[in-house]
């Protein structure tokens, strides 16, 4: 089992920044990719970044590449999205989630709201 918990989200103007963090509890972090998703109103949840177990590979959605930076800190157990240059379509719900086994992401946190304001 995994628990997720999401922060950091806001309102903020377009052009700025936030920085979400994802705290993670339960299996051993170091071992599962993580991930973040974000679901924007009347849309289908999106892909927006992902990370490999060690931090070494990072993949980005094309719609962020530039402006957002996915990072983990495992002696923290905790995953990072950094937002720059943000744009009022980034605004959604922002989702953690880890992938522990397989293909498919199979934890996912409560969400944070983004709201970008133009």
């Known amino acids: 089992q995994v628990q997720l918990v999401e922060s950091g989200g806001g309102l903020v103007q377009a052009g700025g920044s936030l920085r979400l963090s994802c705290a993670a509890s339960?299996?051993?972090?170091?071992?599962?990719?993580m991930g973040w998703f974000r679901q924007a109103p009347g849309k289908e949840r999106e892909f927006v970044a992902a990370?490999?177990?060690?931090?070494?590979?990072?993949y980005l959605a094309d719609s962020v590449k530039g402006r957002f930076t996915i990072s983990r800190d495992n002696a923290k157990t905790t995953v990072y999205l950094q937002m720059n240059s943000l744009k009022p379509e980034d605004t959604a719900i922002y989702y953690c989630?880890?992938?522990?086994?397989?293909?498919?992401?199979?934890?996912w946190g409560q969400g944070t709201q983004v709201t970008v304001s133009s």
């Open positions: 990370i490999s177990w060690s931090g070494g590979r990072t």
């Open positions: 339960g299996r051993t972090f170091s071992t599962y990719s």
């Open positions: 989630t880890a992938r522990t086994t397989g293909l498919t992401y199979d934890y």
